[in-house]
Nanobody, 125 residues
Framework: VQLQASGGGLVQAGGSLRLSCAASGRTFSTYVMGWFRQAPGKEREFVGHIRWSADSTYYADSVKGRFTISRDNAKNTVYLQMNSLKAEDTAVYYC???????????????????WGQGTQVTVSS
């Protein structure tokens, strides 16, 4: 699976952005798709994930209620809708794909098998 993230940019606090992650590979629908972010000088942080059936999502507390992950398996694309953006959301955002493994919770980076190149999101206060 190859992943290509896009949609980042500069936005004012309180604004919205939608990130996209286009995937190649015929088995896209079987992967758990996650979003992570990394701010300068900070460790990579889990943002959220969506399971293969698209009816199950999970979010970090820091973004819950503001961010929404969705997927379109027909388009091999996963989205991260970010609303009510804050300055602390500024980071490089990465999408990642994880094969389904028994016992995984898909909350940490080492549970993911494939990564996109990242897209910069900058929120000005």
């Amino acid at each position: 699976v190859q992943l290509q993230a896009s949609g980042g940019g500069l936005v004012q606090a309180g604004g919205s952005l939608r990130l996209s992650c286009a995937a190649s590979g015929r088995t896209f629908s079987t992967y758990v798709m996650g979003w992570f972010r990394q701010a300068p000088g900070k460790e990579r942080e889990f943002v959220g994930h969506i399971r293969w059936s698209a009816d199950s999502t999970y979010y970090a507390d820091s973004v819950k209620g503001r961010f929404t992950i969705s997927r379109d398996n027909a388009k091999n694309t996963v989205y991260l809708q970010m609303n009510s953006l804050k300055a602390e959301d500024t980071a490089v955002y990465y999408c990642a794909a994880a094969e389904v493994r028994y016992g995984s919770r898909w909350l940490v980076g080492n549970e993911y098998d494939y990564w996109g190149q990242g897209t910069q999101v900058t929120v000005s206060s």
